[in-house]
């Protein structure tokens, strides 16, 4: 267990270093990278140590000057799944960082990125090592103030503000609204603020008491994963953070929301049915709506955003069948589905950290962040379009890579609740398999939209330029690119893996290798036949280069071709028109705004179509309550006079009003501490007279 407070330590040299020597910016962003990999490999080799020794659980505790408690960190096995995501991604940012924050070196704080950079990690390492209430919150909320700072960067432009903002506002309400309640209850049941005394703290005979619980939880730690309706937060605060930044938020940072959620069903016994197929349903709408809206973006990390809250959904999904196997007790139901969500949190970590770096190079090559002003990057920039195209590959879900994976899971346990005796259960199934086959295509006609006109075809604006992308940014890519085809290529070994995180979970033995035994030998087929495709065709291209004739000499005579001289940019496809069509037939839950300039008459202006779409969450939800709660504190008029002694009475006030509640409520607490029950003897005046004499002398 050492390994985790040395992590801890190593990040806070980096923090310290990289503000020690913030005059010197090379050397202290050298410090900080440094410090962010030598953490990264170390949770990498603890929790490989933890996952391979089959949920061995390791714990370490120290006093503290608090009166609760004392700060524990424990590593079992879903810690230590979640920790070796930590860890992978943020060796990989900081390998990327180099080069891309060592361009603005004299021209930004890029110390302070660094430093920050550190602190979310640590506080990420913190909060799924955390063995307590207290040091999980620590952990929780010193993860939401850097995470709230890294976005606010670029705080000079009013959008990186926006969304600055609207992520503190939207992680702190969820933590207030959810995540409080939900430590409260199993505090004051337990009685200790220690997270061993949590499971079974909850009687679970008080279902209605248990599914409260659940569902607040949902609320505070979905709204950190981004869980449809309380995913407005990520597409305002994923695009406008710096690119390394972006890739850890959307890789790690709202996989602690899973993490907590799935913490959560540990402590809790197995919930009714019809929680099981709530969050299945949840996790539909949000997958299907959220690539949706991915769809409809001009904003390539935009875009990437939508699509994170879109794989919270296939998660979700996995965690709702994975309930529904517990609720029913069907071990293979729960196995499938807690596995797929785990496999699907490191697969999503991997491929969508990779499309946020690769995209980042871009955004640092071009400084264009709109997609329909780019295109023919790749054979400007051959390398990094390579790396895009294996995560759109990945993200699509098809094989051979890893994405394919972690949905196959879930899809054979889609499969086999479809096949139960239970109607409902039947029918929730086969909604989930609907919904995530719909996933799965729209999100092969958006990322094919994404990557053939950013990188296909011709450069549509000549003012955009693009350098090569620096070798550290392509090494940090290369590390997560690799790690999609690693999981692919050792699908069948990840059996073993998961049996300790599946341990975590009471109730049947969650045991992944038998089932993962019934399920792999399909996987590696489908994944051997797609290699075999991808192999052919491969050589099918070479071989027509190869052999491709020469082209006809200069003064050989052509066909006319009736005016037509070469293609141009204008004649390729935009964004908006390549998925119009699509968007359309989703009008009625995506009312998308269409804008179209035909050409007319003699002397014709450009033609141009642009099409618009509005989060209908933010228009119709949040937007016209915060505007309810806006004027209705604007009625309340007489407490914002600006007379400081009116103001210095309400305070006064509050405090008579908090000394008489307490003093009405003393009597009674001092009568009954000294009634005499069998397990509370009254106290002998004698001691205490004793004991006051005591403190007297002291």
């Not at 949902?218 to 869980?227: E, M, R, V």
């Not at 799935?262 to 919930?271: G, H, K, N, Q, V």
């Not at 529904?324 to 490191?346: Q, S």
């Not at 290699?531 to 050989?556: F, G, T």
Request: with cysteine; aromatic share 8%; glycine share 10%.
């Amino acid at each position: 267990m050492i390994a985790v407070p040395l992590t801890l330590a190593i990040l806070g040299i980096g923090v310290a270093g990289s503000i020690l020597l913030a005059r010197k910016p090379v050397a202290s962003l050298f410090i900080a990278l440094a410090s962010l990999v030598a953490a990264g490999v170390l949770c990498c080799g603890a929790a490989l140590r933890i996952l391979l020794g089959a949920g061995s659980v390791e714990a370490v505790s120290a006093r503290w000057p608090l009166p609760v408690g004392t700060a524990t960190l424990a590593l079992d096995g879903l810690s230590a799944w979640f920790l070796l995501v930590i860890g992978v991604v943020s060796t990989a940012v900081a390998v990327y960082s180099w080069d891309y924050f060592r361009a603005a070196v004299g021209r930004e704080a890029v110390w302070a990125a660094a430093a920050l950079m550190n602190v979310l990690v640590a506080a990420m390492v913190l909060t799924v090592c955390a063995g307590d209430v207290i040091l999980f919150m620590v952990g929780w909320e010193l993860m939401s103030l850097s995470a709230f700072l890294l976005v606010g960067f670029h705080h000079r432009d009013p959008r990186t503000r926006r969304g600055a903002w609207m992520y503190l506002i939207a992680t702190h309400l969820g933590t207030a609204l959810g995540v409080l309640p939900v430590f409260g209850a199993f505090a004051a049941s337990s009685g200790s603020t220690s997270f061993a005394g949590f499971a079974g703290a909850l009687d679970p005979s008080r279902t209605t008491l248990c599914t409260v619980v659940f569902f607040l939880g949902l609320l505070g730690f979905g709204t950190k994963a981004g869980i449809m309706p309380m995913h407005v937060w990520l597409p305002e605060a994923h695009p406008v953070a710096p690119s390394p930044v972006s890739a850890l938020m959307s890789g790690v940072v709202i996989k602690t929301g899973i993490y907590g959620l799935l913490r959560l069903i540990t402590w809790l016994p197995p919930l009714p049915r019809a929680c099981a197929l709530a969050v299945v349903a949840v996790a539909v709408v949000t997958g299907v709506m959220a690539i949706l809206y991915a769809l409809a973006q001009r904003q390539y990390k935009r875009m990437l955003a939508y699509s994170s809250v879109e794989n919270i959904g296939i998660i979700t999904l996995g965690i709702g069948l994975g309930m529904l196997g517990r609720a029913t007790h069907e071990p293979t139901l729960a196995v499938l589905g807690f596995g797929g969500a785990l496999l699907h949190v490191l697969n999503h970590a991997l491929f969508k950290g990779l499309l946020f770096l690769s995209a980042g190079a871009v955004l640092h090559g071009t400084g264009v962040d709109n997609i329909e002003r780019l295109g023919g990057m790749a054979r400007r920039d051959p390398v990094n379009s390579i790396l895009f195209a294996v995560g759109c590959v990945a993200i699509c879900g098809l094989p051979p890579l890893n994405g394919f994976v972690g949905e196959f899971l879930i899809y054979s346990g889609l499969m086999r609740g479809a096949g139960l005796d239970s109607l409902p259960v039947a029918t929730f199934a086969l909604v989930g398999v609907a919904g995530l086959a719909l996933i799965g295509g729209l999100a092969l006609a958006g990322f094919s939209k994404l990557f053939g006109v950013m990188f296909l075809g011709e450069p549509r604006d000549a003012h955009v330029h693009l350098h090569a992308t620096p070798p550290s940014m392509i090494a940090g890519m290369s590390i997560l690119a690799l790690g999609c085809v690693a999981v692919a290529i050792g699908a069948t070994c990840f059996g073993a893996f998961l049996k300790a995180p599946l341990a975590a979970i009471p109730g049947e033995r969650l045991d992944a290798q038998p089932y993962w035994e019934s399920v792999s030998s399909p996987l590696v087929w489908i994944s051997a036949m797609s290699l075999v495709a991808i192999v052919a065709a491969s050589a099918l291209i070479a071989l027509r280069r190869w052999r491709k004739l020469p082209r006809p000499a200069p003064d050989r005579p052509v066909t006319w071709g009736c005016g037509f001289a070469a293609p141009t940019a204008r004649m390729q496809y935009t964004g908006s028109s390549y998925l119009w069509k699509l968007a359309h037939s989703f009008r009625g839950l995506l009312t998308p705004h269409r804008h179209l300039a035909r050409p007319e008459r003699c002397f014709a202006s450009p033609a141009r179509l642009e099409t618009q779409t509005q989060d209908a969450a933010v228009q119709k939800g949040y937007q016209p309550m915060f505007r309810a709660v806006a004027q209705g504190c604007e009625r309340l008029w007489p407490l914002q006079h600006g007379r400081i002694q009116l103001y210095l009475m309400y305070i006064v006030s509050t405090l008579l009003i908090v000394f008489a509640v307490e003093a009405w409520h003393a009597p009674f607490s001092d009568g009954a501490s000294d009634k005499a029950t069998p397990g509370n003897p009254p106290r002998a005046p004698a001691a205490q007279g004793a004991q006051r004499g005591g403190d007297a002398s002291r």
